[in-house]
């Protein structure tokens, strides 16, 4: 049984902890508005983005097509981009990134293709290192800026895009959470590269102009795509962990609270039985008299 | 009838406007579009995208870096990587 002072010392360092967790909870919630604000704007330009590159890639299809577009004619080496947070405290967000990075690695190595991350944000690394020691390649940190932009995601599109340019792969998938709600934020594994062709057929109608060429305005459209893409990402990502990291610190907070009430119920029974000791000792000695 | 005009960065929706008249800096030289311009698509070099609100007002400058212009019967949607100002 802790004695009084060791209970009361526990009391205090329990409510400072839930002093923290809610002063981070608040923090989150005002930045989550801001990065959900920050994705919402994000949406025009990459569905119209889409939109024109369905409907290109439509036109220029078979032997011309870009090498972004067609691929390198294997799928023998995949790259897994795996998007992480920079920073903890927020909940299961990052081991449910790594952990669906890892089904699709064992899925991939299990099917007899070669698998390699490139990781962004910090806090995949170790996890990932830990079950796959030798396929971790080069990464990208973005701790460095306090919220990730379109510059970063321009400098990792660039990257990947010369690796693929120099064959050290085939195909790329990219692994970053989608902002649900606040309660709910799913990895999501999208092909990046080669980029995958429009499902929908798009119907030749208007007879479109073009300056350059088709294939010309493709080739400059492709790299444009793979940013945006990427871009979406980082945003999904800050607002997925903006989301995360309040429900988490929601719930540390109410725990916490929890946890100091408990403790002060066994602190007031322990100083109740302490008095009572001790009205007993100066009862006894009073009738001995 | 005006021309619908919109200015997209990955950022944020910059513009989306009736005006008289835009014309783009594109790759193989400026082009002015009206309304009800034939479909057309060019990649735009870096440079100002003038915008004319009515046909004699001066034109309002948008210096714009890499992307391409869209025209369609909608009307013409510049999607741009930066905008500056």
Known sequence: MPSLKELKGRINSVKSTQKITKAKQMVAAAKLRRAQAAAEAGRPYATRLAAVMASLAGKVAGDSAPKLLAGTGSDQRHLLVVVNTDKGLCGGLNSNLVKAAKIKAKELIAAGKTVEFYLVGKKGRAPLKREFPTLIGAGFDTSTVKTPGFAEAEAIANELIAMFDAGQFDVAHLV?????????????????????????????????????????????????????????????????????????????????????????????????????????????????? | MALHFELVTPAKLVRSEDVHMVVVPGTEGEFGVLEGHAPFMSTIRDGAVQVFATANAAPEIIQVRGGFAEVNEKGLTVLAEHVEG
């Open chain 1, 176 to 289: 970053y959470p989608t902002f649900k709600s606040a309660l709910a934020q799913d990895p999501t594994i999208n092909q990046l590269i080669p980029v995958p062709a429009p499902s929908t057929a798009v119907e030749a109608d208007s007879v479109v102009e073009y300056e350059p060429s088709e294939e010309e305005i493709l080739e400059e459209l492709l790299p444009r795509y793979v940013r945006t893409q990427l871009f979406g990402a980082l945003l999904e990502r800050e607002a997925s962990e903006q989301g995360a990291s309040m429900t988490a610190m929601d719930n540390a907070t109410r725990n916490a609270g929890d946890l100091i009430s408990k403790l002060t119920i066994v602190y007031n029974r322990q100083r109740q039985a302490a008095i009572t000791t001790e009205l007993i000792e100066i009862i006894a000695g009073a009738e001995a008299l």
